[in-house]
């Protein structure tokens, strides 16, 4: 079965229960579905996912945790930019974005912009209150996870996650 899958960067286990709390506040205003918090490095392959697993455990192996600077909190494009953290781009994510993507780039284009999406999906009328959100300047991430990600929110399943060399 050939499910549309993605490779996600994932936050540390606190920066992670932070980003939570927000992503389901702001989902349940817009009645929304819930997702896990993530950097999508490429997205929506169609093709079957199992020979990248020991390709992705290779690479990230010797991996140290990723620090992103928050640059803003923006709205944007519905549905996949309701509500989204932009970050600053730095050496080691791009880095890791190339090394996981290069064997992904000949089945489909994929332009890298990091982000962390908090909502999903169609926006109220009236704005979300997202100028106040208490949220640190850094956010921390620590793993990267194989995701099959179906056109359903709420169908989305990790594959595999690979956690970096943590010490």
């Not at 229960?17 to 819930?34: A, P």
């Not at 990723?66 to 781009?89: M, V």
């Amino acid at each position: 079965m050939n499910l549309p899958w993605s490779v996600w960067l994932l936050p540390k286990l606190d920066d992670q229960l932070r980003l939570k709390i927000l992503i389901q506040k702001f989902n349940l205003r817009n009645s929304g579905s819930y997702f896990d918090p993530h950097v999508t490095l490429f997205g929506r392959v169609s093709t079957e996912p199992e020979s990248f697993l020991s390709f992705i455990s290779e690479e990230i192996k010797d991996q140290e945790i990723i620090t992103l600077n928050r640059k803003s909190i923006k709205r944007g494009r519905t549905p996949w930019k309701t509500l989204y953290i932009e970050f600053e781009e730095n050496r080691f994510l791009n880095q890791l974005q190339k090394q996981i993507t290069e064997p992904l780039k000949e089945l489909r284009e994929y332009a890298f912009k990091p982000h962390l999406s908090l909502a999903y999906g169609q926006a109220y009328n009236e704005k979300y209150n997202y100028r106040h959100i208490s949220l640190d300047k850094k956010i921390e991430f620590s793993s990267v996870a194989l995701v099959y990600v179906p056109d359903k929110i709420q169908d989305w399943n990790i594959i595999k996650e690979f956690k970096f060399n943590v010490n």
